[in-house]
């Protein structure tokens, strides 16, 4: 089953830069990835240079990108303003003033929180737990 994410950071003039993870996109696993191996500006930038991921490992090199990995068309997409919903994904991170943050339907809110790894954790139980 694919747990599709979106992932986002504000650039130095203010605009957005965002790809989409079509597969690994839990917490406990694109979530979890992002905390512990991509969080730079530099290292989410190389992340997103060849544009979307199919599904996300600890380095760009091993992560499984559409366009070199599936021969499958994709960019990264530039907003203005931060645009995203919760419609054709199921999470979206994005850094913001050097922090992740995340929005989920599984959240009551639907307002993006910081993300950090006691909300890893917390979604780490829940899968042990079977309840994904």
């Known amino acids: 089953m694919s747990n599709q994410a979106t992932i986002s950071i504000q650039v130095d003039d203010g ?3 965002q790809i989409t993870c079509r597969w690994n996109g839990l917490p406990a696993e694109c979530g ?21 991921l199919a599904e996300i490992a ?12 599936r021969d499958e068309l994709t960019e990264v997409v530039t907003y203005p303003e931060f ?3 919760l419609t054709d994904c199921e999470y ?11 929005q ?10 910081p993300f950090t ?6 979604e780490e139980k829940y899968i042990d737990e079977g309840a994904f």
């Open 104 to 113: 989920s339907d599984e959240y009551s809110d639907k307002n993006f929180f």
């Open 15 to 17: 605009t957005y830069k």
């Open 117 to 122: 790894f006691d909300v890893f954790q917390h």
């Open 32 to 52: 979890s990835i992002l905390l512990k191996h991509f969080s730079t500006p530099e290292s989410i930038n190389e992340l997103m240079d060849l544009g979307n």
């Open 58 to 69: 600890n380095t760009t090199n091993l992560s499984i990108y559409c366009i070199r990995d």
């Open 92 to 102: 979206n991170y994005l850094f913001k003033n050097g922090k992740w943050f995340i």
């Open 83 to 85: 645009e995203c919903d």
